[in-house]
């Protein structure tokens, strides 16, 4: 009866959906209970002070009015957290706040891409990267991330003419679904071809704080010239446990952050306060609440890739973020019949890796966010079940 617009085309069922419709399934015939990977929604809980300062907040009836402009608290927190911990000096209107990071990546498209404007994107890429720009009627320019270039993006491999034409860059690093970290000379070059093209980079870093290598995360904002190219936008899901309070921000380029501000003030009115007010008390816990975050989410993935190599299943251990990037068998023709197989025989249930785009096809992704009993677990279950074998990895 009612027609959608053509935009809604290219838009199908989430994967997520499909895959929680399986587990039911599963769970009936069987049953049994699941153990689902698939998801990385964070399972760390805020500190018990952001928890008790929102709770003080949520009580108070003056709150609940329209929060317009950012609670001068916040701004000033956030800029201390980046000079604290990135180094990284900002002025006031170098930031605004987000109901979560999505919110501009969603947003962002719509600000500065025309339709049939091009916009890159790395390959395997969080799906809301390809979603915003179609919403915005830009073209997609994909750009590979091949496990033998470290999952790097080939900047050299972009054509000058598609380069030329781009208006927009979507980079993540540490990268989902990878785990893959980029060293400083990578950004460096980043930059230079951002400047050389006069392209918006837009730096998606959300897991700079899980970090497992002994170095910590960089923000894209450190490294000289990047401000004149790009923002940077920044959370509080993974590092605070935040992830349903729904804070983020954005930060950067002067010229892209009122852009943003002027959409934004037609759009909604502003992060609720007692939001607000939990992830001040969240950047004024320090460093060590967060440590403690990295330190269980880094727990979690050791256990993870040691458990289930004594099942037969050899994971690459990943230098951050809280998902592994595994390739399958050589016996299954893609990633949706290894997914299926691996749930039939063991109730484990994993993300199909052409979720997350075309190169994917011979990939899941696996998050470490579970319990670990839920973990050892599964272990167990994959080693009963004698789903792996070693050949199963030879080519």
Known sequence: MFKRAQRMNSFHTSVFTELLEEKKRY???????????????????????????????????????????PLSGMISSIQKWYQSRYQTSLEENEITLLQGSQEALVNLPLIYC???????????????????????????????????NNYLIDLDAIPDDVAQKAKMMIVCYPNNPTG??????????????????????????????????????????SF????????????????????????????????????YKVLKSNMDYGVFIPVQEAGIAALESGSSLVKETQQRYEHKRDLMVDSFRLAGWELPCPKATMFIWARIPEKYKNCYEFCHEL????????????????????????????????????????????????????D
Do not use: W
């Open 27 to 69: 769970e009936k015939e069987k049953d049994e209970k699941v153990i689902d990977f698939s998801l990385g929604s964070p399972t760390i809980p805020p500190s018990p002070s952001i928890i008790k300062t929102m709770t003080k907040a949520v009580s108070i009836p003056s709150n609940y009015r329209y929060a317009v402009m």
């Open 114 to 148: 025309n339709p049939g404007d091009i916009v890159l994107v790395p390959d395997p890429y969080y799906p809301v990267y390809v979603d915003a720009p179609r919403l915005a009627g830009a073209n997609i320019h994909f750009m590979p991330l091949k496990a033998e």
């Open 180 to 221: 893959a970290c980029a060293p400083d000379s990578f950004i460096n070059d980043l930059i230079a071809f951002a400047r050389k093209n006069n392209i918006l980079v837009v730096y998606d870093n959300a897991y700079s704080d899980l970090v497992y290598t002994g170095v910590p995360g960089r923000s894209f904002l």
């Open 224 to 259: 000289d010239h990047a401000i004149e190219v790009g923002v940077e936008i920044n959370s509080f899901s993974k590092s605070y446990g935040m992830a349903g309070a729904r804070l983020g921000v954005l930060l950067g380029n002067q010229e892209v952050v009122e852009a």
């Open 343 to 394: 749930l039939k025989a063991t109730g484990v249930m994993v993300t199909p890796g052409t979720a997350f785009g075309p190169m994917g096809e011979r990939y899941v992704r696996l998050s470490f966010v579970l319990e670990e009993e839920d973990i050892l677990e599964a272990a167990s279950r994959i080693r009963e079940s004698q789903f792996f074998l070693k050949s199963d990895y030879s």
